[in-house]
Structure formats: C-alpha cells, structure tokens
C-alpha cells in the first residue's frame, strides 16, 4: 500500500519500524509535518480526515495492529487463563486486559471468536515484540500462537455511511440485525476472503476487514471505487487519535502501560474483566483485592482552555496549588471543536466538572474534568 498511500499525499511517520500515515497532505501543502510543540501544519488536513469519518466514511488501513492467530483444542482454556476478560462465543468479538501476577496491565486486546478452536486477537503492533515473549512464557501444549502481524493486513471503514459501503462490496447481509455490534464474520468482500468484525477505535459505526496481503490491494480498489459517491476518505492516525479522544478511548503506551491497573484505566469495568469465571486467571487476586479497596487514583477525560497547543503527555495537573497527576496524552477534538486531554488524578479528588490547571508549555492553562464522553453516548457504533 505504500505506493498507493504515497500517491495520495501521504505524509509518513513510523510505528515499530513500519511506515505509517500521519496525514494526507491538502493539495499545495508541504509534503512534511514542521516540528513543532504547538499545533502543526496537520491540522487543517487532520480536520477534514476526522469530519469526514464523522459525516460520511473514512478509510485506514489495520496494518499497524498487531495480530495474533491462536488455535488447538485447548485454545479458549488458555485464553480465559491468560486474559482477565470474557472469551467470547463463535462469531462475536470481545475487550480484555491481560494481565501480570501483580494486576498491573501488560496488554490490552480485542479476542475475536472464528471457532471453538480458532481465534484473532488484535492490539498495539508496538508491543508484539513484548506479548509474544508473555504468550511464550505462558504456553501449554496443544495451544498454537502465530504472530501474523505482517502477513494479514486489511482496513477499517467508519462513519455513518460505512454500513451502505459494506453492503455495496459483500453478498454477505450486513443490516443491523444479522451484522450486531461486535460481531465477527468470515465474509467474501469483492473477490476477498476476509474476516469482518464490527468494531472501531474511532467509536462512529464502523468495521474492521482483515485479509491476507496478496488480497489487499484488491480489497482498496473495491472499498474506495464502490464509496466515491459517499465522500469516502482515507485518514491517517492523527485523525485516529483525535476520533478516539472523542470517546476517551485509551491508548496502549500511554492510558494502558504496565504501571497501572485496570482499576486505574478504567479497564475493570464489566465488559472488559470478566470478575466471575471461574478459572484462576492471571493477575486475579492482585485485581480483586484492589476492587476491594479502590483504586489511588483514576484515569479521566479534561476539558483544556488551551491556546495554540495542547497536551501531548506528561504534562503536570495542578489542584489547588499542588501537583496531583500528570497527563498521559491530548490533542484536539475536530469533532467538538475543544481541546482535550487524559490523565491520572486521585480518586478521592474527581468530580466531573473539577477545575484543574494543566501546565502546557510553561503555561498553567484551566481545565476541567469532564467524566461523559465528549461526543455520542454509543448509539452511533451500536447503530
């Protein structure tokens, strides 16, 4: 896809040694992102990326997440042992944390169920290097784990208008009734066999379309031919995080690293640990005993009066005069139009609409917490 990405006015970044897109440069703009502290030259190309995954449909490729084949009679056993969430049954997908001994978080996953004895597990292409190494110190004989992130590859579409896409490139029924929210399906899209879950990072109404590579070019030519009359748009991933700071999605490496626990993340709610399986799994007591006590401190959503820049992370949250948190990443929501950042304050201490300072530059700039999502409460992916 490179050629193709490079012939749209791609302007590259990289993520574990692999080229990705930032952003399609606007037609007589510089090819090149000027460093900068503050709001770089992205942002008017960042803006059109993210409305038009919001009004339309926007395209980006999944070749960046890291994936994960795990098969054998003894695959969901394992599973459910070494991930703190539900397994989830054939043809539906399901959110997990995995866990260490001390119910710190070492991976953040989706598990999406093809087979009782075949599943697709996706996460941070960044840290397949670190989960194989803990699915190898954690395997059982009849269980196989492949790393298949370089050789099944594929795209998301996601707007409102990502649905009547689908339906254009598959024979495949797709409506809201047979296609459910986190559903997973093996579907024949245009002459490609893929496997279709209907989940985004972006939280609009969106898919995930995962093919092998020798399929993938056949696969764009059909999505973006057959959504030309939709506005379909490619979008890089500073679009992407922005899309996700709309739904205060966390991010592994930044919200989700291994110096929190779910508790902390926000990660123990229901749908993603699964508190009454009954098997042993990995880092249960240490996460139980924490549910029991509370977490020291939380991870939340600000509303950031920033000037012309905003959090990138680290910065410091002021609270009455004192340092409290830092931040843990930020941007602007083209969306709604606010500066947005995440970060750690202590629980005790949160309130929505909190006023707090986070320092931006040297500047303390006023911000408040802001505990609903920014934008939509869910109906737009459950559609």
Same mark, same amino acid.
């Given at each position: /896809?490179?050629?193709?990405?490079?012939?749209?006015?791609?302007?590259?970044?990289?993520?574990?040694?692999?080229?990705?897109?930032?952003?399609? #440069?606007?037609?007589?703009?510089?090819?090149?992102?000027?460093?900068?502290?503050?709001?770089?030259?992205?942002?008017?190309?960042?803006?059109?990326?993210?409305?038009?995954? &919001?009004?339309?449909?926007?395209?980006?490729?999944?070749?960046?997440?890291?994936?994960?084949?795990?098969?054998?009679?003894?695959?969901?056993?394992?599973?459910?042992?070494? /991930?703190?969430?539900?397994?989830?049954?054939?043809?539906?997908? +399901?959110?997990?944390? /995995? $866990?260490?001994?001390?119910?710190?978080?070492? %991976?953040?996953?989706?598990?999406?169920?093809?087979?009782?004895?075949? @599943?697709?597990?996706?996460?941070?292409?960044?840290?397949?290097?670190?989960?194989?190494?803990?699915?190898?110190?954690?395997?059982?004989?009849?269980?196989?784990?492949?790393?298949?992130?370089?050789?099944?590859?594929?795209?998301?579409?996601?707007?409102?208008?990502?649905?009547?896409?689908?339906?254009?490139?598959?024979?495949?029924?797709? +409506?809201?009734?047979? @296609?459910?929210?986190?559903?997973?399906?093996?579907?024949?899209?245009?002459? #490609?066999?893929?496997?279709?879950?209907?989940?985004?990072?972006? %939280?609009? $109404?969106?898919?995930?379309? @995962?093919?092998?590579?020798?399929?993938?070019?056949?696969?764009?030519?059909? $999505?973006?031919?057959?959504?030309?009359?939709?506005?379909?748009?490619?979008?890089?991933?500073?679009?992407?995080?922005?899309?996700?700071?709309?739904?205060?999605?966390?991010?592994?490496?930044?919200?989700?690293?291994?110096?929190?626990?779910?508790?902390?993340?926000?990660?123990?709610?229901?749908?993603?640990?699964?508190?009454?399986?009954?098997?042993?799994?990995?880092?249960? #007591?240490?996460?139980?005993?924490?549910?029991?006590?509370?977490?020291?401190?939380?991870?939340? =959503?600000?509303?950031?009066?920033?000037?012309?820049?905003?959090?990138?992370?680290?910065?410091?949250?002021?609270?009455?005069?004192?340092?409290?948190?830092?931040?843990?990443?930020?941007? @602007?929501?083209? =969306?709604?139009?606010?500066?947005?950042?995440? %970060?750690?304050?202590?629980?005790?201490?949160?309130?929505?609409?909190?006023?707090?300072?986070?320092?931006?530059?040297?500047? &303390?700039?006023?911000?408040?917490?802001?505990?609903?999502?920014?934008?939509?409460? %869910?109906? &737009?992916?459950?559609?």
């Amino acid at each position: /896809m490179y050629e193709v990405f490079d012939g749209l006015n791609a302007v590259w970044g990289q993520q574990y040694g692999l080229e990705v897109v930032n952003y399609h #440069a606007l037609p007589g703009e510089a090819r090149l992102e000027t460093p900068s502290f503050k709001r770089s030259n992205a942002w008017q190309a960042t803006k059109a990326e993210v409305l038009a995954v &919001r009004h339309g449909v926007g395209i980006n490729e999944v070749q960046n997440f890291g994936k994960y084949r795990v098969t054998g009679a003894g695959a969901r056993v394992w599973l459910d042992r070494i /991930m703190a969430g539900r397994i989830p049954q054939p043809g539906r997908l +399901s959110l997990t944390p /995995m $866990l260490a001994d001390s119910g710190k978080i070492v %991976g953040d996953f989706t598990v999406s169920c093809l087979s009782e004895t075949e @599943f697709q597990l996706t996460a941070s292409y960044a840290a397949q290097g670190w989960h194989m190494r803990w699915f190898d110190q954690h395997a059982e004989p009849g269980v196989m784990v492949e790393n298949i992130s370089d050789a099944r590859s594929g795209f998301q579409i996601a707007g409102p208008k990502a649905r009547e896409l689908l339906a254009r490139v598959t024979r495949a029924d797709v +409506s809201p009734e047979a @296609f459910r929210f986190m559903d997973v399906k093996r579907l024949t899209v245009g002459m #490609a066999n893929c496997i279709v879950q209907r989940v985004s990072y972006t %939280g609009d $109404l969106g898919y995930e379309i @995962f093919t092998d590579q020798m399929s993938v070019r056949h696969l764009w030519d059909g $999505l973006t031919q057959h959504g030309t009359d939709l506005g379909i748009r490619p979008f890089g991933m500073r679009a992407m995080m922005s899309l996700r700071l709309d739904k205060g999605f966390g991010s592994w490496g930044r919200e989700f690293t291994p110096d929190h626990t779910p508790a902390e993340t926000g990660l123990d709610r229901f749908i993603f640990i699964a508190w009454t399986k009954p098997c042993n799994w990995i880092g249960r #007591a240490a996460a139980l005993a924490e549910r029991a006590t509370g977490p020291k401190c939380r991870l939340v =959503t600000f509303i950031v009066d920033a000037a012309d820049a905003d959090v990138v992370a680290w910065e410091p949250i002021w609270l009455n005069e004192t340092v409290v948190g830092y931040c843990t990443s930020g941007g @602007f929501s083209h =969306t709604t139009g606010q500066s947005v950042a995440m %970060g750690f304050l202590p629980a005790d201490a949160i309130a929505d609409g909190l006023p707090v300072e986070i320092e931006i530059l040297g500047q &303390r700039r006023p911000a408040r917490v802001h505990l609903a999502p920014l934008w939509d409460d %869910g109906a &737009r992916m459950r559609a």
